[in-house]
């Protein structure tokens, strides 16, 4: 594709041992075979926001990254029935820079696979001015979804990830092209 757009994976659990890694590393190999995108990763537990939202150098280059891409997909886990605090850091650090912006998530979790924690983001998002789109991937029971070497035959998940995909390609290019012709008013 002549013109990729700027994807920026979050992945949002700073926990020590988390599980985070083995789905965002499967994730970023699907991802990662779409021509229509150029691929980034912040991770949360190597980007130092501090939570009192000062402005620091890392929260500088943060925005910027945040301000260069076109969309956005975090990585959730689902704590205590909500998403991480760390997440929620890195949401209120950036403020103009996320509208205007499609972000999709993929989830993962006990029973709940982390959708709990994804409908609250959704609001979350909204009130940023962000596009949430429809399609989600989750994983219930999620160490018991992957192998060894990190890939899953989970058919629902799978599948689910190619229409994120797609989804997040077709509102990516929309919105792009909607704030080149006409910067979003915020």
Not at 24 to 30: K, M, N, Y
């Amino acid at each position: 594709m002549d013109d990729p757009l700027r994807l920026e994976v979050m992945v949002a659990s700073t926990r020590p041992g988390r599980f985070a890694p083995v789905v965002a590393e499967w994730f970023l190999r699907v991802a990662g075979a779409d021509a229509r995108f150029d691929i980034g990763v912040i991770d949360l537990a190597d980007t130092p926001l501090p939570v009192d939202l000062t402005e620091t150098a890392v929260v500088a280059a943060y925005r910027e990254r945040v301000a260069a891409a076109d969309a956005f997909v975090a990585i959730t886990s689902e704590y205590n029935h909500g998403y991480p605090a760390s997440l929620k850091t890195a949401l209120d650090t950036a403020k103009r820079e996320w509208r205007g912006k499609p972000i999709g998530f993929v989830s993962y979790g006990g029973l709940s696979g982390g959708l709990r924690a994804v409908e609250q983001l959704r609001q979350v998002v909204a009130e940023i001015h962000m596009v949430s789109v429809r399609e989600t991937v989750s994983f219930h029971e999620a160490k018991r979804k992957f192998d060894t070497a990190g890939e899953t035959q989970d058919g629902a998940a799978v599948d689910a990830a190619d229409r994120l995909l797609r989804q997040l390609a077709w509102w990516g290019r929309t919105l792009r092209a909607a704030r080149a012709a006409d910067p979003y008013p915020g």
